[in-house]
Structures are given as structure tokens and as C-alpha cells.
């Protein structure tokens, strides 16, 4: 198998996505030493749940652009969850402008963008082919071997 695959004890994955999330009203509130606490803080988190790796992180003055390895133990949609109420907590504590204007500590928009990076598709589907074509003349060589 190729190198980019991981292991976990039951599965080998390779499961990379981009994701953007973004304060509540695309404020522009990630700048200068929050922009850098918030990415400190960001890939503290990360290193705290098993096999998430965040391989690119920018963080822009009203959204979070990040690239990251997910092992598929983890739902996306949890690890966000994780991901966002930690650092709200952490960064609304820190920095006490944004517990005032965040009430109730909600600092981030309710959702997020997500999408998956991998094996290229046309890669994939020709890979699947040739499977099955290679089934094929194996099934026709071993019944001529029993004939």
C-alpha cells in the first residue's frame, strides 16, 4: 500500500479534509496576537485527540482555513464540535472583548465548510476497473485449470 496510508487496529485510511469555519458574523476578529493564540490553540487541541494532524493552518482576521488528517474513529462532525467549543472557552477566557461580545461564550458561526481531499477520483474509479477486469481473467484461468 502506498505510503500516505495510516493504520488504526482495524482500518489503513487516508483521510484528509479542508475545512472553514468562521467567527458568528464573520467579525474580523482574528488578528494580530488572537490570530496567533487562536492557532496556537488550535494545534494544541488537535495534538490531544489520537491521530489528528493538522498538516496546513491559516488563520485569516474572519475565518479559519484549515487541512487536516481525521482518523475515521472520529466523526468530522464531532471533532468540530470539540474543535469550536474548546477554543470559544479558551479564547472568550483570554481575551475578555470577545466574552463580552460573544454573550453565552458563542463565538463561532453554527456550521462550517468541510470537504474531503484524497486519491483523485478518475485515479479511484480506473483502480476499480482494473480490479474487476483483473477478477475476471483470474475466474477464466482457474476454471480452465478445473475443466
Known amino acids: 500500500m502506498p505510503r500516505q496510508f495510516k493504520r488504526l487496529s482495524h482500518s489503513v485510511y487516508e483521510c484528509k479534509y479542508h475545512i472553514v469555519f468562521c467567527p458568528k458574523y464573520r467579525y474580523q476578529i482574528l488578528r494580530d496576537e488572537v490570530a496567533e493564540y487562536t492557532r496556537q490553540q488550535i494545534y494544541r487541541l488537535c495534538r490531544q485527540k489520537e491521530g489528528v494532524e493538522v498538516l496546513e493552518l491559516k488563520v485569516q482576521p474572519d475565518h479559519v482555513h484549515l487541512v487536516m488528517s481525521i482518523p475515521p474513529k472520529y466523526a468530522v462532525s464531532n471533532f468540530m464540535g470539540y474543535l469550536k467549543g474548546k477554543l470559544a472557552t479558551r479564547l472568550c477566557a483570554r481575551y475578555e472583548r470577545l466574552g463580552r461580545r460573544y ?3 458563542h463565538l463561532w458561526s453554527r456550521g462550517y465548510c ?4 484524497g486519491l ?7 483502480y ?5 477486469q483483473r477478477e475476471k481473467r483470474l475466474e477464466a484461468t ?3 485449470l478445473f475443466d
Open 103 to 105: 454573550w453565552g461564550r
Open 114 to 117: 468541510v470537504s474531503t481531499i
Open 120 to 126: 483523485d477520483e478518475d485515479r479511484i474509479r480506473k
Open 128 to 132: 476499480v476497473k482494473w480490479q474487476e
Open 142 to 144: 482457474q476454471g480452465k
